[in-house]
């Protein structure tokens, strides 16, 4: 599937309807075909009680840029879920901008699986994901 301007506007359209990532501050930066870059400015609202990112919120930004990821390389029908999800954090993200950036690793008819790398400010690999997503229709 291409993604044209009209097809990426839809796109950047359907994300804005997605609250929670909106309310985490999640913004998207790239979208093609499986693959997606999602970025997140780190704050006080981010972290946990020992200083650092929470890795909830990490875990946050890995499902939302692999689900986007399916998103460019589905058509606009398609709905999916999350089965599994698995996070290695690798290093401690205390502040600035993180980027994660996902790609399909096997895009099939039922299930779908991904993974994810977040690398912190710096460029430096801070978690990894692998993730699995069943399609629903």
Known sequence: M?????????IRAKFEQNHFPQM?????DT????????????????R?????MHGGAIATL????????IVGAS?????????????NY????VEGRVIAEARLIQNGKRIIVAECD???????LAAKGLLTYMRLN
């Open 2 to 10: 291409e993604i044209t301007p009209d097809v990426l506007e839809k």
């Open 24 to 28: 985490v501050g999640i913004e998207i």
């Open 31 to 46: 979208i093609e075909p499986g693959r997606a870059k999602l970025s997140l400015e780190v704050s006080e609202k981010h």
């Open 48 to 52: 946990q009680l020992q200083g650092i």
């Open 62 to 69: 890995i499902d939302t840029a692999v689900a986007f990821a």
């Open 75 to 87: 058509e606009p029908s398609a709905k999916f879920t999350t089965i599994e999800l698995k996070v």
């Open 90 to 93: 690798l290093r401690p993200i």
């Open 118 to 124: 977040v690398f912190d400010p710096a460029g430096k």
